[in-house]
């Protein structure tokens, strides 16, 4: 195994600009490497990049398909060799709080985790693939629970950030003399997203590091006030920013947002295991662009089709929550930063009342 791999792994950390040196070598099953100066998010970039190497070279036939070796951080006065051995990630990048224990839990994270004061459920809104819906449910749904609850919307969704404008917020948030950011109000939300931090028109290249620190910027240093429910706007996939919510959040629930497709459904069942693995309840699914109703003759096309959902939330034993229609309606009510589920909003017929109704009846907060 070492002949063949070892060229395969270095060849992946240089052209992804890692030092070759972190490679200490293959010990038997396990590629070993050098844990020093490594945080938790440098582990998991060079972690993607030999699983994508390898992937790569198994596809090509350059190794066999059972070549699966373990990846190994070791720090170098480690001597014992234990695949069990706790790696801590780095001071300086990834304070742990104080008073709060850490524990090593699955892909490596360190679990540190401190409650937000003030917030009775942090829930996350996630989807593994893009464009399937997430930031229109996510809004909706805290429009919706904000009618009788205090309710606060953080778009975690660093790469495309899209709650300003799903609620017609625009400028930057205020700072308290007390360093605090302030949260912007729309639709009777509190919100806090990236949109408000970078310029619209440029895109967004943040580090793991930067965007772990940011987050918990957005967690312990915003002017939340008492909230009965912060919903979570998550990235789609299962990256940096999910992992910087295990570790340090306590997260009530996850609500999956797909389309009945497929290929957002493979996504999906990767975000369901991701959830499960991290000990964060999955409270159900949300199927959206479940069906189109054509205006001229009221056929319902089942566009993204239909079966694989109900297989997948069988499956799984996941609560359907709700089924969205694919509506202009949606798309220009986005648009336009005038949620479809505003209190004022009866031109459209759309169950976010009853999404809210479920999240609640899964977390009260009475
Ligand atoms: P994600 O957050 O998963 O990337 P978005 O919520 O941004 O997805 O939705 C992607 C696009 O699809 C947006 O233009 C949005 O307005 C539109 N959209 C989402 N859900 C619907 C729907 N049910 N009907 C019509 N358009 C929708």
């Not at 300003?164 to 939300?189: A, D, F, R, W, Y």
């Amino acid at each position: 195994m070492e002949l063949h791999l070892t060229p395969i792994i270095t060849d992946a950390l240089v052209a992804a600009g890692q030092n070759p040196k972190c490679f200490v070598g293959m010990d038997g099953v396990r590629a070993v490497f050098d844990s020093q100066n490594l945080d938790l998010n440098g582990k998991l970039s060079i972690e993607r990049i030999v699983v994508g190497a390898l992937e790569k070279a198994r596809a090509e036939g350059r190794i066999p398909m059972d070549m699966q070796p373990v990846i190994y951080f070791r720090r170098p006065e480690n001597t014992t060799n234990s695949p069990t051995a706790p790696t801590a990630p780095a001071p300086s990048t990834r304070p742990v709080a104080t008073g709060v224990k850490a524990k090593t839990g699955p892909f490596g994270v360190r679990f540190a985790r401190r409650a937000i004061p003030g917030v009775k459920h942090v829930v996350l809104v996630a989807s593994g693939k893009g464009g399937v819906g997430k930031s229109t449910v996510s809004a909706n749904l805290a429009v919706a629970l904000a009618k009788n609850h205090n309710v606060g919307l953080l778009d975690a969704d660093i790469y495309g950030p899209s709650a300003q404008i799903l609620l017609g917020l625009s400028g930057s948030m205020p700072v308290t003399s007390g360093n605090k950011l302030v949260p912007l109000e729309g639709h009777g939300v509190k919100v806090v997203s990236f949109g408000f931090l970078t310029d619209p028109t440029q895109p967004v290249i943040w580090r793991g590091p930067m965007v772990s620190k940011a987050l918990e910027q957005f967690f312990y240093d915003v002017e939340w006030g008492e909230l009965d429910y912060l919903i979570v706007d998550m990235p789609p996939g299962t990256g940096d920013v999910q992992m910087t919510f295990a570790e340090r959040l306590p997260v009530a629930g996850a609500i999956l947002v797909t389309t009945p497709q497929d290929v957002a459904l493979v996504d999906a069942k990767k975000a369901f295991a991701m959830f499960e693995k991290l000990d964060v309840p999955v409270l159900g699914a949300v199927e959206n662009m479940a069906w189109f109703t054509c205006p001229e003759c009221g056929h319902e096309e089942h566009i993204f089709g239909r079966d694989a959902f109900q297989d997948f939330i069988k499956e799984r034993k996941l609560k359907l929550l709700a089924r969205i229609p694919l509506l202009k309606e949606i798309r220009v009510r986005s648009d336009e930063g005038m949620p479809a589920a505003r209190a004022d909003d009866a031109t459209t017929n759309l169950p976010w009342d009853a999404l809210a109704a479920s999240v609640h009846g899964a977390l009260p907060v009475d």
